[in-house]
């Protein structure tokens, strides 16, 4: 009953919304005033999203398509999708490039060598969250404790939901302002690869918020991001472009063939880069080198240069 009452508020509220042309911050308040006189008038308890203060994360431009609320836990989201006239600018000239290997540890590896470790503040919350999730399977099930910690659990993977963003929201900023050109591996055909018996784990989400949020900021910014086939990236010699076997746990890439020795990672991101740019029709010549992301501190460094056979 309650939650039929809300969709046909929120209904109306989303309809209200369609036949403005744009919105400003005070339309958008006074609209969600309506939605909870609305509400009101119905008498439904609406604790839990009463008061309907909102938080404009960014401002609205465009006109309003379609409106969506979501409820995460306890936090009301509301997402508009906008049309807006303004045309995307022109590409850019490329004249850096990079590809990009994604993983658990490192979390990316650049093709110029560099690595990004798991931030701590992550590493802190994901232990945090296996405590919680202890705790949980020692709750005697459909008891109130149980119930509670359950939230409990939500709220750590909400709070860590959250820091992922953030942290992609930032190393896909830089990669951005630093890069003309960006190749990435393509996650759908690598999870199809996969043997389908592996559950799906959480870093998969992750890596997705980065590509995408790489791929709206680069359009935005004129760059370019591909995305190309991983298979055999990690197994390919960058330089000679034989396969040399090696399982998970073996992190350096020795090539019997043409000699290199090579951050297992890092191979493997030469690979996706060479693979993008193959895709495009660029050639090295056409590029400056690039060195990193500028402000970064946390970079372990090892082998900057390509070394092409
Ligand atoms: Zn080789």
């Known amino acids: 009953m309650f939650v039929e009452e809300l969709i ?179 996650l759908k055909i690598k999870n199809m690869m996969r043997n389908h018996h592996l559950a799906k784990s959480i870093s998969d989400v992750s890596w997705n918020m980065l590509q995408s949020f790489t791929t709206y900021k680069a359009e935005w910014a004129g760059k370019v991001v591909t995305f190309v086939n991983p298979k055999n990236t990690s197994q390919e010699c960058s330089s000679c472009g034989k396969i040399v076997r090696k399982i998970l746990n073996i992190k350096i890439h020795q090539c019997p063939y043409c000699g290199l020795v090579l951050d297992r990672h890092v191979n493997a991101a030469i690979n996706i880069l060479n693979r993008g740019m193959k895709k495009v029709g660029l050639g090295y010549t056409d590029l400056m080198p690039v060195r990193g992301l500028a402000q970064d501190k946390p970079m372990t460094q090892e082998a900057h240069d390509f070394s092409r056979g």
């Not at 369609?18 to 604790?47: G, N, P, R, Y």
């Not at 690595?115 to 701590?120: A, G, M, S």
């Not at 959250?162 to 930032?170: E, I, T, V």
């Open 8 to 186: 046909r508020v929120l209904r109306i509220f989303s309809d209200t919304l369609k036949t403005m042309k744009s919105l400003d911050i005070h339309d958008l308040k006074a609209i969600l005033d309506i939605t909870v006189l609305l509400t009101h008038k119905q008498d439904l308890e609406l604790s839990k999203i009463g008061e309907v203060n909102i938080k404009l994360h960014r401002d609205l431009i465009g006109k309003i398509k379609t409106c969506t609320i979501k409820r995460d836990i306890d936090i009301w989201y509301a997402s508009f999708s906008v049309e807006i006239n303004d045309s995307l600018p022109e590409k850019t000239v490329i004249k850096s490039a990079v590809g990009i290997d994604v993983g658990i540890n490192p979390l990316v590896a650049l093709s110029n060598g560099e690595k990004k470790k798991p931030p701590k503040y992550l590493l802190q919350s994901e232990h945090k969250l296996a405590k919680e999730q202890r705790k949980l399977s020692r709750k005697q099930i459909g008891s109130h404790n149980r119930n509670k910690q359950r939230i409990k659990v939500a709220k750590v993977h909400r709070h860590i939901r959250q820091q992922r963003a953030d942290f992609h929201q930032n190393l896909s900023k830089k990669l951005v302002e630093k890069y003309d050109f960006i190749a990435f591996e393509d």
